[in-house]
Nanobody, 126 residues
């Protein structure tokens, strides 16, 4: 019911910025979605990076707080992740996730989302 496609990944140097985009489509209004950004590095489990609920309230993983910003462009049905001051530890495949309803307080938990994009690679070099 919800299709998401990520873009904007790339290879950058530490300290640089990058903005990821996630284009979403469904039969429901975009601003009713619960959405999140997740990442997975080789050999590591997928982890929640940032999430935004249907009211626009945001949640961040502590290690990206103050550096990353999740936002929505409602008319364009697009979710963004602005990543500033990137570190080598941020290197991972980044995924956009969406669902029509998520229990409050679980936005950074991957298991609560039904719909996922294919991912966009972010590589940060020192």
């Amino acid at each position: 019911q919800v299709h998401v496609v990520e873009s904007g990944g790339g290879s950058v140097q530490a300290g640089s910025s990058l903005r990821l985009s996630c284009a979403a489509s469904s039969g429901y209004p975009f601003n009713t979605f619960f959405m999140g950004w997740f990442r997975q590095a080789p050999g590591k489990e997928r982890e929640g990076v940032a999430a935004i609920d249907n009211r626009g309230f945001t949640t961040y993983k502590d290690s990206v707080q103050g550096r990353f910003t999740i936002s929505r462009d409602i008319p364009r049905h697009t979710l963004y992740l602005q990543m500033n001051n990137l570190k080598s530890e941020d290197t991972a495949m980044y995924y956009c996730a969406a669902d029509l309803w998520v229990v409050s307080g679980t936005g950074l938990t991957s298991e609560v989302y039904k719909y996922w994009g294919q991912g966009t690679q972010v590589t940060v070099s020192s």
